[in-house]
């Protein structure tokens, strides 16, 4: 061992110009595991660090359309000091009526907030609401052109501005908004006379656990004492989960890319090893005339590429933990929040981890080569076979594939995805090896053509010594991880278009009281002739069982199973709505008045297991409404309707307070003048623009397109660091076809046609290959991962892989330009 540390030592003092593929291509695979881990890491330690201000104390209870009574209300004191706020949504408009905005109007009381620190911006008139005064957003005080002083209306009411939001601790915690806040006191909040029975609000009760107490014990006592009333319940370490969720898969996905992406630079490590450990031969055949034995050898060289590969993953570590501070400092707003710049060990750990096994993975085989070459290879220069790897070897590079995978699984969120993930990448890299020997192959059976430069290509890809195996995995794989991430990435990017229908609605009118319905009616047929009205009762509850299973008695809900998670919207009709058709069993006669009955979405009745006949349970204001299946309805969800997941026969909901929902399909010249007079008609009714909505929506996938495009990116830069390293480990077999061929009349013109038509062909193959793959890889990932609509641009992902194949084809050529400038003389005295 101590000789090998010195002949390691020894070779590395004149550098390590050899190794430089080697750091590399494990800096770009560890920096992207380090990175992405870092950053989900981050955020999800910030949310739990900030849990108590996040969900807005210890213990939340939520739930819509009421507020709790006075017994709960007891309980909830008993427990701890409570909070109460209400949110809903209301029209907020400039006095004169000129300019309307949908906005989230949220009531609080006076021990609000109960953790962290509500504040306004400088200027405001005083620190918080009180009576007819509001703090807004910024973005609503632009909207609107107010300033601290003006005045608003919502509701019933004329609102003084005092100031602009600055800091709302619960505002995560509170999930998707389709409007900034307006924030008022619980006076205020009556003045505007918007809480009326059916208005859609949500009602949450804040507990202040006293010191010591334990916040889930606390959760389960109080969601034990009233398990039929319909709350949600959360404690301080599940704040925003939905966040949660999200982050935590896309971080999984973005990991296992980047994974991928270290396994493709692997496939450089081992070119790049294999070529700095060919070059070395001569050096090895004379340590072994010298008397040093194969151990030695294996050491030696072991341990350079050790000393190696920890530069680089140590480098790609401190750019891997730089990433949150960059994403913070770069793109900070389009957080969920921002978290504190520090250290996170586990994934910094889990992706040196990574690098280790992969760069073990990818050197053992050129190692075992290299401890095998013989004194007798200085007579017979690149003549003599290279050693097949023992046993012993293969069996090692068994173990460290195995431990890799068990990794990947073991560490995943979902270790079904991980596990099918990885099975992909394996099928990929078995069937890339079963294609690069079918190339070989098939070009040595093709017949002799008459044009030399043609019959020298097709030589080059089978001739001993050919690189075309190890090129065809390694651009293959790249090719396709490329090609994927184009599919997903065009088809977030076209989500919209795809989407929304050529004619969709301009407004959704929501919260319209049953009493001024037929008055909605005819104001918008009146001042909008030829508009399409359609509108729908509507109310809110949770599902609370489901074939005779207790929601609150799961201890996971199903995968999928979305319906399960807070309120849904419920509505009755006498026939089956627009959008969606009966699958299945029968819709009941329009003058039903039987038994409550209810039509479920044929998705959501397949995760839940439930089939016609099955009951299902929601809980209204406080009421469970038991129902049985009598249809299951397949809904196009792409509409820009309404679209009910649960909806019931007439007779069984009319008798609960709710209100009314609308859509309005109208010539865009008349939008201003209508959504006006709406407000000033009806200042209880919600109006949502559909084109804000749908930007809403754009930005969340513009975010998600970003983070894919950053994962292509590392693909594309370990792709090339493979093409780099594949050209390297081929360097003196081309030098010595270049010196041959030029001695016997070859220009460089025509060498360099011939290798031209040889990457042509691998990257035609290999392209059309990459674009099946990615094209179901992508698929799959879209519609399973994501649950997107498949809205994939071919022209674009043409376009991508049309740029990697001339990209492999251009680099191919730069890296045959050196083998091209060698001198006859020269070579042939170094060969």
Known sequence: MKLAWTLALRDLRGGFAGLRLLAVCLFLGVAALAGVGSLSSAITSELALQGQSILGGDVEMEIVQRTADDKERAAFAAAG???????????????????????????????????????????????????????????????????????????????????????????????????????????????????????????????????????????????????????????????????RRFIGRLGQFLMLVGLTALAVAGIGVGNGVTSYLDGKRGAIATLKALGASSRTIFLSYLIQIGLVAGIGIVAGLAVGSLVPLV??????????????????????????????????????????????????????????????????????????????????IGTARDPG????????????????????????????????????????????LHRPGAQTSRL????????????TLAVIETNLSGQIDSSVPAKAPSFFALDIPVEDIDRFRTLVTTRVPGAELRTVPSLRGPVVSFGGKRVADLKELPEG?????????????????????????????????????VSLDVEAARILGLKIGDEITVSVLGVEVPATIASLREIKWDTMGFNFVLVYSPGVLEGAPHSYMATIAMPAEGEVALNREIARQFPSVSLIRVKEVIGQ???????????????????????????????????RARIYDSVLLKLLGATRGQVLAAQAIEYAALALILSLLAALLGAGAGWYVVT????????????????????GGFGTLALGLLGSLPALAARPARALREL
């Open 472 to 483: 065809v995995v390694a651009l293959g794989l790249g090719l396709t991880l490329f090609a």
């Open 327 to 408: 994403v913070v400092t770069l793109a900070g707003d389009a957080l969920p929040v921002q978290p504190h710049f520090a250290l996170h060990p586990a994934p910094l750990a889990l992706a040196a981890l990574y690098g280790l096994l992969i760069a073990l993975l990818f050197v053992l085989a050129p190692l075992a080569r290299a401890r095998a070459v013989t004194a007798a290879s200085l007579f017979r220069g690149g003549v003599e076979t290279p050693a097949r790897p023992t046993k012993g070897v293969l069996a090692a590079i068994i173990l460290t594939l195995a431990a890799i995978v068990a990794l990947a």
């Open 81 to 243: 000091r409570v909070s109460e706020t209400i949110r809903m949504r209301a029209m907020a408009s400039s006095v004169d009526g000129a300019q309307s905005l949908l906005a989230e109007l949220k009531g609080v009381d006076a021990p609000y907030p109960l953790y962290g620190q509500f504040r306004l911006a400088p200027g405001a008139l005083s620190p918080r609401p009180k009576g007819r005064e509001v703090a807004v957003a910024p973005a609503l005080a632009e909207r609107l052109g107010v300033k601290p002083g003006d005045a608003i209306r919502m509701g019933d009411a004329e609102l003084r501005v005092i100031g602009l939001i600055a800091e709302e601790p619960d505002r995560v915690g509170e999930g998707f908004t389709l409007g900034p806040v307006a924030m008022v006191d619980m006076d205020g909040l009556a003045a505007t006379g918007l809480v009326q029975p059916g208005s859609l609000y949500t009602t949450r009760y804040r507990i202040r656990l006293p010191q010591g107490q334990d916040a889930g014990e606390a959760a389960k006592r109080l969601a034990d004492l009233f398990p039929s009333a319909g709350w949600e319940v959360q404690d301080r370490t599940n704040a925003a989960p939905g966040t």
């Open 784 to 803: 399973r991962v994501f649950e997107l609509d498949w809205a994939t641009d071919w022209w674009v992902v043409g376009a991508t892989l049309a740029i």
């Open 561 to 597: 199973a979305w319906i399960l998670r807070g309120d849904r919207g419920l509505t009755y009709a006498a026939t089956p709505p627009e959008g969606s058709r009966v699958v299945e069993g029968k819709w009941w006669p329009a003058d039903y008045k039987g038994p409550p009955l």
């Open 697 to 731: 929506v754009a930005g969340v996938l513009g975010q998600l397109s970003t983070a894919v495009r950053s994962a292509a990116s590392v693909a594309l830069a370990a792709g090339i660091a493979v093409l780099v390293g594949a050209i390297a480990a081929s360097r």
């Open 417 to 460: 995805f991980a596990a099918m993930f990885v099975g992909a990448v394996a099928g990929l890299m078995l069937l890339l090896t079963v294609l690069g020997w079918a190339v070989r192959t098939g070009a040595s059976r093709l017949p002799r053509s008459r044009r030399p430069l043609l019959r020298l290509a097709i030589a080059n």
